[in-house]
């Protein structure tokens, strides 16, 4: 999510795509003092809708960076990205074996009803996205992680039989499958929030379709959300345990997909940040409002092998190979993003995980061990002769991406460069709403598609993942057997040895993005933002939601 990821996403997943990257312009000099004042409001820009407030149907990065503000689970992300207890009243008691996680819960924490947050409501809400018939995409989270999870999902085992009890209403006791390093950063993540079981099944097929039909335990509550409009509001929960520490009186939140448009409003004071696209970026450079964010967020082109029930031209390893090495990323990220962004070869990203024992990052471990494939138009045409000669000489593929500026930028970039340096290919671009290209994305109905994905949690595994056979989340139709292996092992047989792991996910990488190519990774994402300076603590994520506003306030 930004995540994608609510992955990040990270989505970040999530599910993210490079709409993201869009918004921008113009001269904040003139900037008005009317967001600066005290009155304790902000007003934010998107730049696409929310999919989803279910928390267990979650997939990409605005959903999810907004249930961060209005529900809480048992652990939050905070200040520099560190955890803080959310409704846990205290750190977990762990057994000798690290696998069982007893959670005492705040007698204080309420829903935004005046209902009690009790074990009952994580217990449900856990269920919920482990239940087949839920549909949730996010439910591999659970598999390997939380006792008989993968047996539920695979129909072998009872729901019943899920590793979460409530003990009592304010005690939680959760299972583990086998002991997790990172399983602080999944007990954050948006599909272990919590769901009052009484609430959902009184609001029925209306759940979560507006903000008038939900309920909040988090530091806002929802406002003037319909379920696909292109505004809302997070208003301060006066029920929230932590309500006197919180400042912001309210946020206002607008979609805006023109960089024109956002750099106005926030040039009028009518917006407190905007997102700069490439051409604002360079204008803004030297800019006193303008800050730089990196992010655990890998951009790419994933290459779809099958689509409608039949092989694409996309199956044939060379096509994939020819085209990961057509274009030059360099010039992408430096003319087209200009926002900080830089160049990666690798789908994880630089600065998630370290070695524990050499505490070297996952990428410089990667990259020694490896040479990946990157702009080589010589290497890109010898690949693509071979791949003319089985699929003949005339190709005409579809990119799919988002309808944003930034986004048909990106798509008409990628069409020259393919077009230029693979004669006889022909590339159609498909720009559409963020909403219409999940949805396309989840039925693998595109050829190609520039997509992102964003950390879910501090491990490699958050990006392998993706991959294994079956997957909800790549939706390319891609499936290596070895590679299933060595990404199933780091979560069962070589769980405990940190070592072997890193050493599984390190030949995986190679696996999916040398080998077979199923992917083509462009650039780990940062974000250049010009930010009102009276903002404070307004918390801006490596992964996860995109933002925290629960200490945010207007000095």
Not at 134 to 145: I, R
Not at 483 to 505: E, G, H, M, V
Request: with cysteine.
């Amino acid at each position: 999510m930004k995540k994608m990821k609510l992955s990040v996403v990270t989505a970040l997943v999530l599910i993210v795509g490079l709409v993201l990257a869009a918004c921008g312009g113009g001269s904040s000099a003139t900037k008005k003092e009317a967001t600066s004042s005290k009155e304790q409001t902000i007003r934010l820009l998107e730049a696409s809708q929310i999919a989803t407030m279910d928390s267990v149907m979650s997939t990409d990065v605005v959903s999810g960076t907004a249930m961060d503000q209005v529900f809480e689970g048992l652990y939050i992300l905070g200040k520099d990205d560190k955890f803080e207890l959310g409704v846990a009243a205290a750190e977990p008691t762990i057994s000798s074996d690290n696998k069982t996680y007893t959670f005492k819960l705040r007698e204080d924490a309420n829903w935004s009803n005046g209902t009690p947050v009790t074990a009952q409501d994580f217990v449900y809400g856990w269920k919920k996205a482990v239940n087949p018939d839920t549909g949730s995409q996010y439910a591999y989270m659970f598999d390997g992680f939380i006792a008989n999870a993968s047996d539920i999902m695979a129909g072998k085992k009872e729901l019943d039989s899920l590793g979460v009890k409530a003990v009592d209403d304010k005690t939680l006791e959760v299972t583990l499958e086998r002991p997790t390093t990172y399983a602080k950063s999944l007990f954050a993540f948006v599909t272990f929030l919590p769901q009052n079981e009484k609430y959902v099944k009184e609001q029925g097929k209306n759940y979560a379709k507006s903000s008038d039909n939900l309920i909040y335990n988090g530091a806002f509550t929802m406002k003037d959300w319909d379920g696909n409009g292109d505004s809302w509001e997070y208003v301060k929960n006066d029920k929230y345990w932590g309500a006197e520490d919180v400042k912001l009186a309210n946020a206002k939140i607008s979609v805006v997909k023109q960089p024109s448009t956002g750099i106005n409003l926030y040039t009028k004071g009518e917006a407190d940040a905007v997102t700069l696209s490439a051409e604002y970026a360079k204008q803004y450079a030297n800019d006193d409002d303008k800050i730089t964010v990196a992010q655990a967020s890998v951009f790419y082109m994933k290459f779809n092998q099958k689509r409608n029930g039949k092989a694409t031209i996309l199956a044939n390893e060379h096509v994939r190979k020819a085209i990961a090495q057509a274009y030059n990323k360099e010039a992408y990220v430096k003319n087209i993003l200009a926002n900080g962004s830089v160049v990666s070869d690798q789908q994880v990203p630089a600065g998630l995980a370290k070695n524990e024992k050499t505490e070297e990052d996952f990428t410089k471990t990667a990259a020694a061990a490896n040479d990946y494939l990157t702009f080589d138009v010589k290497a890109a045409q010898k690949e693509w002769k071979l791949a003319q000669k089985e699929v003949g000489e005339k190709v005409t593929l579809e990119l799919l991406s988002d309808d944003t500026d930034n986004a048909k930028s990106s798509s008409q970039y990628m069409k020259d460069q393919l077009e230029t340096n693979l004669p006889g290919l022909t590339v159609s671009l498909k720009n559409v709403p963020f909403n219409n290209r999940v949805d396309l994305d989840s039925k693998s109905d595109f050829d190609i598609e520039l997509s992102g994905w964003g950390a879910d949690f501090q491990d490699p595994l958050t990006f392998l993942e993706l991959y294994v056979t079956g997957g909800t989340n790549a939706n390319i139709n891609y499936s290596n057997k070895e590679y299933d292996a060595l990404i199933n092992a780091s979560k069962s047989t070589d769980a405990s040895d940190p070592q072997k792991r890193w050493d599984n996910f390190v030949k995986a990488q190679n696996m999916l993005i040398n080998e077979d190519a199923a992917i083509s990774p462009i650039y780990q994402r940062s974000l250049a933002i010009l930010q009102n300076p009276a903002i404070k603590d307004l918390y801006r994520h490596n992964f996860g939601s995109d933002y925290s506003l629960k200490a945010a306030y207007i000095k």
